[in-house]
């Protein structure tokens, strides 16, 4: 950093703490460790001074009023550290400093909040040391205030006991709720405790500090966040492999690029996995080898994200000139890092200069170019994984929307350190000579670790779209396009589809700072395959017929409006059957038997139990499973739109979390992450409802939705009932359950609808095709408030979602 001025902080005389001597303090502070993968420690003071301390008046100026700021940091500032650093660097204020006057007193009600991600964090008076076994607190107030009337210190540990508090405390209750009353000037209330399991694993697990630094290589930004990429791939190679077994004879050419994509494609995102979560490690094992001064690996992560960019380029792309000019750049930008890293040049951000002025701007340029390979990488390669040989955006549009996106993600960036920097400088006179250097000094920061904020949420984009790769090889290689009896996808499509299904929606959570998304993987692979199961035996379609075929296979080849005009004629009859009921019984007795006649001779050309009325169910609204899967992925997509803005609104807007994403780096990243996943999450749960829509349980579409909704559930919900007796985090899961539910079921509810769309003409309105379809007002009735109570479980639960850390 560069050489500071020659200001000093404010000191005690300035302050004039001769007058704050009647000043009365209290001071408060809470942990929250339960539902928390950090410990959540907030800090509540009260101050009162007296009206006539000389800079009272100044505390009721504007907020970005030097003297307001001078006068604060009297009260509530934190002593300097080296280089005259006065940044706040660790404390989060989700609400403003409140100040009343009443001519008497100036009373200042001050809040502040941190996680426990750091091995030392100050927060308003208070400091928090982790230290190898124990935490610890301790209060350290302004040199102003330390000969103020503390009336009260308070400290609530939120669950474990103190092992040791100095002084001793006056109050206390079961060993974690402890007081001190008028603290004496040089006491500063001290508390040692051991905190849970849970989060001080998770500390341990991610933190980069020399006595943790081992563990941090397994936790959550280690081989932990790498596991899912890992396992994932592997999983799509198997089930790659299974689908090419089943294929019968020789591949046809478009079958062998779709399965060779596939294999690519799991292979690349292993690749991504270990690059982006253990690259740095690598690097960091060398560094400690070879005795390196300098830390260079943000000038990894410039190789590893160019490294994304340009192979989901070479494996999307088909334009040759597209390849080479993406090639041409990637290695301009990498060569121009390692070339102004080794001779120190200042026109990009280094581990030993400072950037200069034109430095700001060509270090903007130089993160725009990396970011657009990033993101045309993502464009070309999920367009080309989709369609497979189909190209449908042209090279210019994705190019375009690739430096589009690119521009908005760097603007967000730098948006979000002026908010970051207005946040840890809250209390500095923007007139000091301190601060313009700590402001050049701190963006010289920013952009040097600018790719390493970016790089996780990249592959992140990347992991949500490793869908596209399954939907893209079942558009080709599918049984049912050379065999028109497969009414179902055959055992190694069905294979292919729970993995889908599992890889995009199992929980992936952690237990004590490590992975266990094994645990949720394997159950939701379980759970997947056992609605499938029970769907093989129950199913209508799957019950047998002539020659103990199965009724799906002579219903394929039979035309879908005959199947209809039958289950239009049963209904008819009933009908009639029903107003027959209502007629004189010496009129209607013949009548009655010619129709209870025909209506046994069509219950008795079907499997028993099933009746005619059930088929155009069974079937669905398409003649082929591929065609529901891709009705289904459609409709799930739209229903689920509003649904994807309550979750994005809790997740990234809602309450605090806005300021946690504003003042992120790469929160637009972290936003399209969200919307991206839910998107997602409803299309392959639409597609897997669509396409085993004639293998699954229950005999509407509501009921089969609940079955794959049930699928859903059973993981998730063991992940809530093992984070919850492990104290660990789970903010949403309920509301999440509740969510796909929803979704769900009113994708179901629109497929039975468009099964029938055809006879939408012969009734008013939406509502009278629906008790038409449905033949049961009660089940119309009941679905509609199992909707209504799902989305009141939604609502209440993402409502009680309380703000999370930042990330590293």
């Not at 404390?91 to 008497?104: I, L, M, S, Y």
């Not at 581990?351 to 002025?357: G, I, K, V, Y």
């Not at 992975?515 to 395959?529: D, H, I």
């Amino acid at each position: 950093m560069g050489k500071a001025g020659a200001a000093e902080s404010p000191s005690a005389a300035d302050c004039r703490a001769d007058q704050l001597k009647k000043a009365k303090v209290t001071a408060l502070a809470e942990f929250k460790h339960r539902g928390n993968d950090y410990s959540m420690f907030t800090s509540t003071v009260d101050i009162s001074v007296p009206a006539d301390w000389s800079h009272a008046s100044e505390l009721l100026l504007d907020a970005q009023s030097p003297a307001y700021r001078s006068a604060l940091a009297c009260l509530v500032g934190k002593p300097w550290g080296e280089q005259n650093d006065f940044r706040d660097l660790f404390e989060w204020r989700f609400k403003p400093v409140a100040v009343k006057a009443d001519g008497q007193w100036v009373k200042v009600h001050y809040e502040a909040a941190t996680w426990a991600q750091f091995s030392s964090s100050a927060v308003g008076p208070w400091e928090l040391t982790v230290e190898k076994e124990n935490w610890r607190i301790e209060l350290r107030p302004s040199p102003a205030l330390k000969n103020a009337r503390w009336e009260n210190v308070h400290v609530s540990l939120g669950g474990p006991g103190a092992l040791m508090a100095s002084p001793p405390p006056a109050f206390g209750e079961d060993g974690t709720k402890l007081s001190w009353r008028h603290k004496q000037p040089n006491e500063y209330p001290t508390v040692t405790f051991r905190p849970p399991a849970a989060q001080h694993w998770h500390f341990i697990t991610t933190s980069l500090e020399g006595p943790w630094q081992v563990w941090e290589t397994w936790g959550a930004y280690g081989a932990s966040g790498a596991f899912w990429y890992v396992a994932s791939g592997a999983l799509l190679l198997v089930a790659g492999r299974r689908l090419r077994r089943s294929l019968t004879g020789a591949p046809m050419p478009e079958e062998s690029k779709a399965l060779q994509l596939l294999r690519w494609w799991a292979l690349l995102l292993v690749i991504l996995g270990l690059l982006i979560y253990l690259g740095d490690n690598l690097y960091g094992m060398l560094h400690r080898l070879m005795g390196w001064k300098d830390d260079y690996s943000p000038t990894v992560a410039v190789f590893s994200l160019a490294f994304l960019g340009l192979a989901l380029c070479l494996l999307g792309s088909r334009s040759k000139r597209l390849r080479v000019c993406v090639g041409v750049l990637v290695l301009g930008l990498t060569g121009w890092y390692f070339v102004s890293e080794v001779y120190d040049f200042t026109l990009l951000p280094t581990a030993d200069q400072q950037l200069s002025p034109t430095g700001w701007t060509v270090a903007a340029m130089a993160c725009t170019a990396l970011m657009a390979v990033s993101w045309l990488g993502v464009i070309v390669a999920g367009q080309r994984m989709l369609l497979i040989e189909e190209t449908r955006l042209p090279v210019w549009v994705m190019v375009c929307a690739a430096v589009a996106a690119a521009m908005t993600t760097v603007l967000w960036g730098y948006l979000a350190f002026e908010r970051q920097w207005e946040r840890i400088s809250w209390l500095a006179d923007p007139r000091w000579p301190e601060s313009e250097a700590l402001w050049v000094y701190t963006l010289d920061e920013w952009w040097w670790n600018f790719p390493v904020t970016v790089a996780e949420p990249l592959l992140s984009i990347v992991s949500v779209l490793a869908p596209l790769a399954v939907l893209g090889v079942l558009r080709v290689c599918r049984v049912e396009q050379h065999e028109r009896g497969a009414f179902t996808p055959d055992p190694a499509e069905k294979f292919l589809l729970v993995v889908l299904f599992a890889v995009t929606l199992a929980p992936f959570t952690f237990y004590y700072g490590l992975s266990a998304y094994a645990l949720t993987l394997l159950l939701c692979l379980c759970t997947a395959w056992g609605v499938l199961a029970l769907g093989s035996s129950v199913s209508v379609l799957e019950q047998p017929f002539s020659d103990n075929a199965p009724l799906g296979k002579v219903i394929s080849r039979t035309d879908r409006a005959d199947v209809l005009r039958l289950a239009r004629r049963f209904r008819e009859l009933q009908a009639r059957l029903h107003h027959l009921s209502t007629v004189n019984s010496a009129e209607r007795s013949a009548e009655q038997e010619s129709i209870e006649a025909e209506i046994d001779r069509l219950d008795q050309s079907l499997p028993g139990g099933v009746r005619p009325a059930d088929l155009p169910f069974a079937c669905g609204p398409m003649s082929t499973w591929w065609g529901n899967a891709r009705r289904g992925a459609v409709n799930a997509c739209l229903v689920g739109l509003p649904v994807t803005g309550l979750l994005y609104w809790t997740g990234a807007v809602k309450g605090e979390a806005w300021m946690l994403t504003t003042q992120n780096a790469a929160g637009f990243l972290w936003i399209t992450v969200e919307i991206l996943f839910w998107q997602v999450a409803w299309i392959v749960g639409g597609f897997f409802l669509g396409a085993m829509w004639r293998d699954l349980p229950g005999r509407h579409g509501p009921t089969k939705a609940i079955f794959v909704a049930l699928a859903f559930a059973v993981p998730a919900a063991a992940d809530f009932l093992i984070a919850q007796a492990l104290g660990g985090s789970v903010p949403r899961v309920i509301g999440e359950i509740a969510a796909f539910g929803s979704v769900m079921t009113c994708t179901g509810l629109v497929m039975d609808l468009q099964t029938f769309q055809d006879e939408r003409r012969y009734w008013p309105t939406n509502a009278s095709l629906v008790a038409y379809v449905y033949q049961m007002r009660f089940a119309s009735v009941a679905f509609f408030l199992a909707q209504l109570l799902a989305l009141a479980t939604l609502w209440r639960t993402l409502a009680e979602v309380g703000p999370m850390a930042p990330g590293r």
